[in-house]
């Protein structure tokens, strides 16, 4: 199996750019999460999703973030507008229900100079 | 609200040194405990779930156990290739399949 798949795996932006993440989750997986991490603040899980509905997007820090999954292989999670405070390491994450037990991608570097 | 605290925050050790890092739960109805690891640069690495106080899982030098109130992964005559960042993250009764991480411990490997 090809493991979590996202893209692109680093981005330098600008203040104010419209930023998309992407990821594809492992086949079979009903689950998918977004998480950020920063040094100060850990892991900090987004919005997660459960056969492409969003369940839960308390983490989602306001309103310029916004997360999609419109089919059980494709997420977005876009910033717009972005800012230098979101610059963190973005992770997307799957699952299957049955073991609670979260694979993780690579993760997206975002730098917002 | 579910708290994981990990201690400690860093731990250097000499290849061979057996030892222990903590990971202290705070949930009302604990549905799962999970241990990850993470190398720089690179997403976390799933090692193991625990679901009930008593259980163990072992995986090669690793051994994780659980109680009512905290998990202890011990780390058994360590190898340079053990470095890494150890995650811990836990799921309540209301939390789906909702993790709350710990901030990790840094283990440090040396020959």
């Known amino acids: 199996d090809a493991g979590v798949i996202q893209s692109p795996r680093h981005e330098v932006t600008e203040m104010g750019q419209e930023v998309t993440l992407r990821c594809k989750p492992i086949?079979?997986?009903?689950?998918l999460f977004w998480y950020r991490q920063t040094m100060m603040r850990g892991l900090e899980l987004l919005i997660y999703?459960?056969?492409?509905?969003?369940?839960?997007d308390s983490g989602m820090p306001e309103d310029r973030f916004s997360a999609k999954m419109p089919n059980a292989s494709f997420s977005t999670l876009k910033i717009q507008p972005s800012e230098p405070r979101d610059s963190a390491v973005y992770f997307c994450?799957?699952?299957?229900?049955?073991?609670?037990?979260?694979?993780f991608g690579p993760g997206t570097r975002l730098l917002v100079l | 609200e579910d708290q994981v605290t990990q201690s400690p925050e860093a731990l250097r050790l000499q290849e061979g040194e057996s030892s222990s890092l903590n990971c202290s739960y705070t949930v009302s109805g604990l549905r799962g405990l999970f241990w990850y690891r993470q190398d720089p640069g690179k997403g976390p690495e799933f090692l193991f779930t625990l679901y009930s106080a008593g259980e163990e899982k072992e995986k090669e030098r690793l051994k994780a156990t659980l109680t009512k109130k905290e998990s202890f992964l011990h780390i058994t005559a360590p190898k340079p290739e053990d470095s890494a960042t150890y995650l811990c993250?836990?799921?309540?009764?209301?939390?789906?399949?909702?993790?709350?991480f710990g901030t990790g411990t840094q283990l440090k490997v040396e020959l």
């Open positions: 086949s079979g997986h009903n689950s």
């Open positions: 993250a836990v799921v309540g009764p209301g939390g789906g399949n909702k993790l709350t």
């Open positions: 999703f459960n056969n492409n509905v969003p369940i839960d």
């Open positions: 994450a799957s699952s299957q229900n049955r073991d609670g037990a979260q694979y």
